[in-house]
């Protein structure tokens, strides 16, 4: 499942642009202002992000430049030429003007989340001394190659391609529950358990810790 977080303190376009994501299969979390975005984003990274730009405290302009690594679609009444321009070469992949047709929307959202799946993943990931091939699934701490599960491996690969993110537990299920049906929220902890022990051997270091009651992360250092 794909995560889409909006951004807008108007309650009623929220509502109706979550019916509308969630009717077509995605997750949606909302935030309603751009402290309140930031302090979210600081901590989970959706897939894609939905940002309106009259927002109370931190306008949508201040946190466009903050937003790395996830595509922005901006959703805004502003209609300038010159303002879209701007927001375009900002990091925004995507101006939809208020009001919008939902259908349209909902085509863009599917097209950027397409566009983001082809580039994000390159082909080898790397994290201190660990290695992903994600063309092979070979996986490497310093020179020791380390066996893994599907499911230890799927977890690895999504914590590697977000390395400074704090991935939540309802984020790992989503995200890898497709290809891996045993990994369920009672045994996700015993696989993290286990890929933590693998990787371990290879150099004697924690690579993955445990971020209390959020979910995990990159082990810095």
């Known amino acids: 499942m794909k ?8 309650v009623s376009i929220g509502n109706m642009l979550e ?3 969630k009717r077509e ?5 909302r935030a309603y202002s751009g402290t309140e975005a930031l302090l ?3 901590q989970a990274k959706p897939d894609l992000v939905l940002l309106d730009l009259m927002l109370p405290g931190l306008n949508g302009e201040e946190v466009l430049p903050q ?5 922005v679609i901006v959703v805004s009444a502003k209609v300038d030429v010159d303002d879209k321009i701007n927001l375009l070469l900002g990091g925004a992949v995507d101006y939809v003007t208020k009001p919008f047709h939902t259908k349209e929307l909902l085509a863009r959202i599917a097209v950027q989340l397409r566009n983001a799946e082809k580039t994000s993943t390159a082909p080898i990931l790397t ?3 660990i290695a992903l091939h994600t063309d092979t699934h070979v996986v490497t701490v310093g020179a020791t190659q380390i066996k893994l599960t599907r499911t230890e491996y799927a977890i690895l690969k999504l914590l590697m391609q977000n390395p400074s993110k704090i991935i939540t537990k309802s984020q790992l299920l989503d995200r890898i529950g497709e290809d891996t049906p045993d990994c369920t929220e009672n045994s996700l902890k015993t ?3 286990h890929l933590r022990s693998k990787l371990r051997k290879g150099k004697d270091k924690d690579y993955i810790e445990a971020v209390w009651g959020i979910g995990f992360k990159m082990k810095e250092g």
């Not at 937003?67 to 595509?71: A, L, N, Q, R, T």
């Open 127 to 129: 994290f201190d001394e």
């Open 40 to 42: 979210f984003l600081s």
């Open 67 to 71: 937003i790395e690594g996830i595509p």
């Open 191 to 193: 696989h993290i358990s």
């Open 19 to 21: 019916e509308a994501l």
């Open 3 to 10: 995560n889409i977080l909006i951004i807008d303190d108007d």
């Open 25 to 29: 299969g995605y997750g949606v979390f």
